[in-house]
């Protein structure tokens, strides 16, 4: 995958931020459904900082958790209003300041908007990590993205946060890996523990 890159939608970095928060314990295809008419209602941090709760929920409603990240994106958009010139801040000190945001969510912004080297950690990223064996008995999100930033070269962490993540997400999954449709079976632990011998001679 020479171009791995979010599957969010977005058309500013106002948006990213927004569509990122949305993604939280949740698909990026239904936030996708979700952000064109939020995106046409709310374009940038002062409008949405304007709206009110009821007028952003009809929006946001049929994703996870609509009530709570409602709130933390009316909190973010008057905190970039207020703050910050309606813009988004580029840098990991001062994203952790805005409402909503997270160091998971503002490492996606470092990447994603800015170019900058960072390795969020998702439930993908932690899972694929460990089954392959680039991480090994990491117990949190946190102990993960210490070992990776401390492997990959800086200039690759971008594009390896969304290869792990797309690993996760279409091969590696959670319930069922499909190692017959894997190309990493020769590094990977766990295909090389749990596969016999005839079976991985197979593949």
């Known amino acids: 995958m020479p171009d791995a890159t979010t599957e969010l939608n977005f058309g500013s970095t106002f948006q990213l931020l927004v569509a990122v928060i949305l993604s939280a314990q949740c698909t990026d295809k239904r936030v996708n459904l979700v952000t064109p008419a939020l995106f046409q209602a709310y374009p940038d941090a002062f409008s949405m900082a304007s709206a009110s ?7 946001v ?53 800015f170019g900058k080297p960072a390795m969020p950690v998702d439930t993908h990223v932690f899972r694929v990590a460990n089954r392959i064996g680039l991480t090994h008995n990491s117990k949190t999100p946190e102990q993960t993205e210490r070992t990776l930033l401390k492997y990959f070269p800086k200039q690759l962490l971008g594009q390896a946060h969304h290869w792990l993540i797309l690993h996760g997400r279409y091969t590696c999954q959670a319930r069922r890996p499909k190692c017959e449709e ?18 991985q001679d197979s593949l």
Do not use: W
Request: glycine share 4%; hydrophobic share 40%; with cysteine.
């Open 61 to 113: 409603k049929s994703v996870s958790y609509p009530n709570a990240k409602t709130e933390h994106l009316l909190a973010m958009a008057n905190a970039l209003a207020d703050n910050f010139n309606g813009e988004v801040p580029s840098t990991m000190e001062e994203l952790l300041t805005l409402p909503g945001v997270g160091r998971k969510t503002a490492s996606v912004m470092l990447i994603c908007a």
């Open 53 to 59: 709760k009821e007028e952003l929920f009809t929006y």
């Open 182 to 199: 894997c190309a990493l079976t020769a590094v990977c632990d766990h295909f090389q523990k749990n596969t016999p011998d005839h079976i």
